[in-house]
């Protein structure tokens, strides 16, 4: 059971991480879907680590969305929205 915790928790950054690249919504939202629902699966099959599943979690996200704040700007898109000269 393990293993679908992880999946669920990975796959979810993954995709909270592709929202900050494909803008809409929808990977942010299965992200934050599947990130919930390994905390949920975690949280019933091993009650003795709640609390660490939980605050691992939290710090993932969190870590993830710095990510993703990093990596925007680098993007195709993310150079598109920023102005690369300025005014004199």
Known sequence: MIWWVLL????GLILIVA?????????GAAGG???IASAVLGSIYYPDFRALILIGEFVGVIVG???GLWLFPR??????MVLSDGQQ
């Open 19 to 27: 929202e900050f690249l494909v803008p809409g919504g929808v990977c």
């Open 33 to 35: 879907m599947a990130v």
């Open 75 to 80: 993007s195709p898109l993310g150079k598109a």
């Open 65 to 67: 969305i710095l990510f």
């Open 8 to 11: 669920l928790y990975f796959g």
